[in-house]
């Protein structure tokens, strides 16, 4: 049973699913507040009294995809999005826009339950188990500390991002499977597809590559994975 300090912010257009989302989850032992709209949501969202945000994709007015890129200007609080879609643009959108996970409707709230769950373990702060810092080119990374800067200057990481970033790191020079990453990063893999492998590292290039179109830190292995020159 998850503790009462874990706190919710629902963002789901459709009041009635909204109120049985938040019953659902309220019976897990989570805290819910539930919004309507992504401009409510933005008024509301406060990165010290939140621990998970759930954002249905297709709200009115400013939509979830906007959404989570506004929620990601300021926080690297945890996102999961829920999408009526599962076409794989939609999907892969939601997840570049910011988010860290997604869920499919309709859903199991067991399943949805699992996926915060795995959200709140790896938004803690890294548990390294390799060096202090690690260099590649102008990047530097410390995993204890928690910090990336690149030619001196501090680079802003989600919390998904950051340990990604540290799991390359640790296994520097090898090829990591995208399995291999789901199990390691997200926690599971019997719910976690490579599509959150994918955008999670296209979002971690943008960041720390001088030409994110054609990589030098984070290489792809076709057919294999991810490696970290």
């Known amino acids: 049973m998850t ?3 874990t706190r919710i912010l629902a963002v789901e257009d459709d009041a009635l699913i909204l109120r049985a989302l938040s019953l659902a989850l309220e019976d ?3 805290v819910v507040a539930g919004v309507e709209s992504g401009e409510d949501a933005l008024a509301a969202f406060d990165p010290a009294s939140c621990d998970v945000v759930l954002v249905d994709l297709m709200l009115p007015g400013m939509s979830g995809f906007d959404l989570c890129r506004e929620l990601r200007r300021t926080s690297d609080t945890p996102i999961i999005v829920l999408t009526a879609r599962s076409d794989t643009h939609d999907v892969v959108a939601g997840l570049e826009a910011g988010a860290d996970d997604y869920v499919t409707k309709p859903f199991e709230t067991k399943e949805l ?3 915060i769950r795995s959200l709140i373990r790896r938004s803690r702060p890294h548990r390294p188990s390799g060096a ?4 590649f080119g102008d990047v530097e990374l410390f995993p204890r500390a928690g910090t990336v800067r690149r030619d001196g200057v ?3 990481l989600t919390k998904t991002e950051f340990n990604l970033l540290c799991e390359l790191a640790e296994h520097q020079g090898l090829v990591m499977s995208r399995e291999q990453l789901l199990e390691r990063v997200w926690g599971y893999d019997y719910f976690g597809d490579s599509r959150l492998v994918d955008a999670h590292v296209r979002r ?4 720390i590559e001088r030409d ?3 990589p030098a830190i984070i290489q792809t292995v076709r057919g294999l994975g991810y ?3």
């Open 3 to 5: 503790t009462m300090a």
């Open 28 to 30: 897990e032992g989570y």
């Open 113 to 115: 339950a699992a996926r």
């Open 132 to 135: 202090e810092s690690y260099v």
């Open 154 to 156: 501090p680079v802003a």
């Open 204 to 207: 971690l290039r943008t960041k």
């Open 212 to 214: 994110p179109s054609d």
């Open 227 to 229: 490696r970290l020159a």
